[in-house]
């Protein structure tokens, strides 16, 4: 039974829903959109200060083009800046991996040990950092502290030694203290992955004989690499823009030890007012953070997609 | 099967697992303890020392005193309630905006939807300085520097971020078909949006909000920059306690204590979703 | 109770035509059953009666009321889901009262209960009402949706395949306790398939989909004895209708079809189909005959249409047997009854009932009758 025949065509205002309905998406998401380009408003004008003069001296930034970037890449300090913001970076997400993957195999077995533990990792995590810099601050103050009495007693001569006053202790005392904050991120995330992999691939190799070596290098590894990715792409980013541990520990110094990008955003941009200069750190700070992060959950997806294949 | 060869291993785990235990919860400790110590007993390293509440009752009641970033007036309590007020204004606007953004995110397909939200989760690694210069310049020109609703608004680069991205994970979960029977059944978009899937995110939501409020709380640069005296921030005033003059570790301590009290509660009430929230999503832990 | 009129409905999803210039009228208090396949667009069918989806073109009335531009919940319609899609966050009793507690509906606490209970009682899941959603199995979950779904009285009852995922037992039962509550429930109704068998027992009409198209719409009687095309004919009925390519010959003043293949199997054109198939501009012929209509006899005496085949394998259904018996390349389904018993590769004659000949131009698929 069907109505034959051709109609002419129908009013669409008759077929489709109303026009408060088909808004609905968009006015959901205006506000969230209204408030994106509130932030991004700030990100592009300070591309374009990067461009221009802009200090105290002159507060009306006039275009000069790549002048700024000039300048900061021929500042025989960048070389050195670069240095430590890569050198912190890398130091820091290096040990954190490696050693929040030990803590997490140890983490991943029923003692009560491993219980409490894990509810006390996070500690570190939740203390907002600069606390935590000041907190091994005072640890390493050589008057009051107690890291040099405390190695002393193990028979290392570091008496009076200002941990932070010396720029060859500097960095590895803030790659320390990152170290110190960010591990359990790392180890419970990688707990989390541990306990999330299949047990039937180690069931099989369990049964056909495989050594715990050969299980974890071949097996677990693998298994785990996205999410070492992820772990990788949140400290890795973090601790390129580290400003706060720096910050606290030695503002910069001594000297400029620890002159990062951000520190020197901070000195140039902010203290010496030479707003344009400070800003074209940010900004190829922010170029690197953007490509490595890309590149990153790129590998990220991919690895998940052959992980599940696994 | 050696079960004594295992049995040792494990046990070495766990020692290796205590002193690591040991190298975490060493230097809280000490905070804590150095927070009791008396002035002049700051710079003798000694474990046994006469506790007093002095630094507690300095920093809360509030003695003048001069510092690096000249005299000042510590003035504890109102740190605090700032900290709270900013935090929590953070979250809730972060809420207001984001639980929406999520919810469309999750169910909508339109153009560029996963470049929008890439773009919201860089704001994650956003440089600040790339943000607080102009912004500082701005704040200026509005009348918005040192005042709560500047630093609420810079702070959602932190909390907005995390919270879409938690919550379009857990919207992504419900099946559409349950908004679909709940309209059939006879309910309002609205209505369907504060029976049904509210209550089904509660967990993320209330996980995601409340570490949101952490991250606010720690922060440190913005309040630094862009505020003053007005709305000056419990973990930004850790700082000053350290002067040329004199370093009153032991006031600093005892700020830094009360400053981290309220996050370690609410860390420990969330510890179920905490790892899903810290990596925002990426994993189910 | 209302009629429903669907007037040349098309859904697309992106490039996909899930429901294509669908057209359809439902009789007030009919239970209509959609049979179809996977992606045939019954669902969506469902979805575009209750409003959850917006039809890209084409018309939607219910009672006399154009309702494209109305939201589900202001048509006043009920449905049941395949995924059951029940409220998590509620107990069974929440789950089946919740449309009653739809704003705009005024009812009283006693009144909710009542309603609540006696679906309830009907649907046999009185005792699970405090439990909560998660802990109940697929048969209980499947109650409970068609409970939330029954329990005020819509204008259409929509089912979306209510009994497809109860095992094998509990499905035979409810499908006769839905014909006993066919005559309590004087809903307009549309019920979701691919079991033709439920299509069969249930349904006042049946429509069969596929890809979106409707391909026929009639009684049982209609679309199993006179389906309109080879589809609609497979769909119904199991084994499937045994199809054998032919051409039609005249041998000394007969017409018989002849199959394609060695010429193996003849059958009389019965007289009622003479003249369509001489009318037929078709070269190759699609035999119908459905298993039942096959039967095996000892011997040849006095039979006409008797084909010679061998057992390829024969299956013992309980209560009757299902033969597959080969005829050179071809192979032809029978049903028999069960104290038969037969050896593979044995040999066996076949007995078509002729007159129950259902027959398809080859190349269109089209039954020869429905010109």
């Given at each position: 039974m069907k109505l034959c025949g051709a109609r002419p065509a129908v009013d669409p205002r008759l077929v489709r829903p109303r026009w408060i309905v088909r808004a609905r998406p968009y006015l959901i998401i205006a506000p969230a959109l209204l408030l994106l380009i509130g932030i991004l408003y700030p990100f592009f004008l300070a591309m374009y200060y990067s461009f221009t003069s802009y200090t105290l001296t002159r507060p009306i930034p006039k275009f000069i083009g790549l002048a700024n970037y000039i300048a900061m890449v021929t500042d025989p300090g960048f070389l050195h800046s670069t240095l430590v913001t890569f050198g912190y970076a890398l130091g820091s997400t290096g040990i954190e991996l490696l050693l929040g993957m030990a803590v997490a195999l140890l983490l991943d077995r029923e003692t009560r040990v491993s219980k409490i533990l894990t509810t006390t990792l996070i500690f570190p995590m939740m203390i907002a950092p600069v606390i935590g810099a000041l907190l091994w601050k005072l640890m390493m103050q050589p008057s009051v502290g107690i890291l040099n009495p405390m190695l002393a007693m193990l028979?290392?001569?570091?008496?009076?030694?200002d941990w932070a006053a010396k720029p060859s202790t500097a960095l590895p005392s803030v790659i320390l203290i990152d170290v110190w904050i960010y591990t359990p991120f790392v180890a419970l995330l990688l707990l989390a992955g541990l306990r999330s992999l299949p047990r039937e691939p180690f069931e099989a190799a369990r049964v056909d004989g495989a050594s715990r070596w050969f299980t974890y290098r071949n097996l677990t590894l693998p298994m785990l690499i996205p999410i070492m990715t992820i772990a990788i792409v949140f400290r890795f980013m973090d601790s390129l823009k580290m400003f706060d541990i720096i910050y606290a520990m030695t503002g910069g110094g001594p000297g400029d030890a620890l002159m990062t990008y951000q520190l020197q955003a901070y000195t140039k941009g902010y203290l010496y007012m030479n707003l344009s200069y400070g800003l074209t750190y940010t900004m190829v700070l922010w170029v690197v953070i953007y490509f490595v992060s890309q590149k990153l959950v790129n590998f990220w997806n991919k690895s998940q997609q052959r992980a599940a294949g696994m | 099967m050696n079960t004594l060869k295992s049995r040792l291993r494990s046990l070495a785990a766990d020692g290796v697992l205590i002193i690591y235990f040991v190298f975490v919860l060493f230097p809280i400790l000490w905070m804590v303890l150095t927070s009791f110590k008396r002035t002049d007993e700051l710079y003798t390293t000694r474990f046994f020392f006469h506790p007093t509440l002095e630094s507690y009752k300095v920093i809360t009641i509030g003695e003048q005193f001069v510092s690096g970033t000249g005299a000042f007036r510590p003035d504890f309590p109102k740190f605090f309630m700032n900290s709270v007020i900013l935090s929590v204004g953070a979250v809730l606007l972060s809420l207001l905006v984001g639980v929406p953004a999520a919810y469309a995110l999750a169910r909508f397909r339109f153009k560029g939807k996963e470049s929008l939200a890439f773009t919201f989760l860089s704001f994650r690694f956003a440089p600040e300085f790339a943000v607080i210069i102009p912004l500082s310049i701005i704040y200026r020109k509005l009348g918005l520097y040192n005042t709560y609703f500047g630093i609420i608004w810079v702070f959602q680069l932190i909390t907005l971020p995390l919270l879409i991205w938690v919550l379009r994970g857990y919207f992504e979960e419900i099946s559409p078909e349950i908004e679909q029977a709940a309209q059939t059944d006879g309910y309002p978009w609205w209505q369907v949006f504060i029976r049904i899937l509210l209550p089904l995110v509660r967990p993320g939501l209330a996980a995601s909000a409340l570490l949101a409020f952490v991250f606010a709380w720690n922060n440190f640069v913005y309040p630094l920059v862009l505020g003053g005296s007005d709305v000056q921030t419990v973990t930004v005033s850790a700082l000053s306690f350290l002067s040329s003059e004199q370093a009153y570790y032991n006031r600093m301590a005892a700020a830094c204590v009360i400053a981290s009290i309220p996050e370690i509660v609410l860390a420990l009430s969330i510890q179920r979703y905490l790892i899903r929230g810290l990596s925002f999503g990426a994993v189910k832990g | 109770m209302a009629k429903l009129v669907l007037d040349r409905v098309t859904k697309k999803f992106g490039s996909v035509v899930a429901v294509n210039d669908l057209s359809l009228e439902v009789a007030d208090g009919e239970f209509l059953v959609l049979l179809g396949p996977s992606g045939a667009g019954k669902t969506t069918t469902l979805k575009l009666i209750s409003g959850v989806e917006h039809s890209d073109d084409g018309l939607i009335y219910i009672g006399d009321k154009l309702v494209n531009t109305l939201e589900p919940p202001q048509r006043n319609v009920a449905m049941a889901f395949e995924t059951y899609a029940l409220y998590p966050n509620y107990n069974v009793y929440e789950n089946i009262a919740f449309p009653l507690k739809a704003p705009g509906r005024k009812m009283s606490k006693q009144d909710i209960d009542r309603k609540v209970r006696s679906v309830a009682e009907l649907l046999g899941i009185t005792p699970l009402l405090e439990r909560h959603v998660g802990a109940l199995s697929g048969g209980q979950r499947q109650r409970v949706s068609l409970g939330r779904a029954m329990v005020r009285d819509p204008e259409i009852l929509l089912l979306d395949e209510p009994i497809a995922h109860l095992d094998a037992k509990l499905r035979h039962r409810m499908r006769t306790e839905f014909k006993a509550l066919e005559r309590e429930i004087h809903t307009t109704t549309i019920y979701v398939t691919h079991d033709y068998l439920e299509a069969l027992s249930l349904a006042d009409r049946v429509v069969v989909l596929n890809l979106g198209k409707l391909q026929q719409v009639g009684t049982t009687d209609d679309v199993f004895n006179h389906p309109v095309n080879v589809f609609v004919a497979t769909q119904l009925g199991q084994p499937k209708i045994n199809l054998i390519k032919s051409t039609v010959s005249n041998n000394g003043g007969k017409l018989q079809f002849v199959s394609t293949d060695e010429g193996a199997i003849r059958l009389d054109v019965p007289d009622r189909l003479k003249d369509a198939v001489l009318k037929a501009n078709a070269k190759e012929f699609l035999v119908g005959i459905r298993p039942l209509y096959v039967d095996v006899v000892d011997n040849q005496a006095g039979r006409a249409n008797v084909i010679d085949a061998t057992v390829y394998v024969y299956e013992r259904l309980g209560t009757k047997g299902a033969l597959t018996a080969s005829i050179g390349s071809q192979s032809v389904d029978v049903i028999t009854p069960i104290e038969m018993d037969f050896r593979i590769d044995e040999p066996v004659k076949l007995a078509v009932q002729v007159d129950n000949l259902i027959v398809f131009d080859a190349a269109s698929e089209q039954n020869i009758l429905a010109a």
């Open positions: 028979g290392v001569n570091t008496r009076s030694l | - | -």
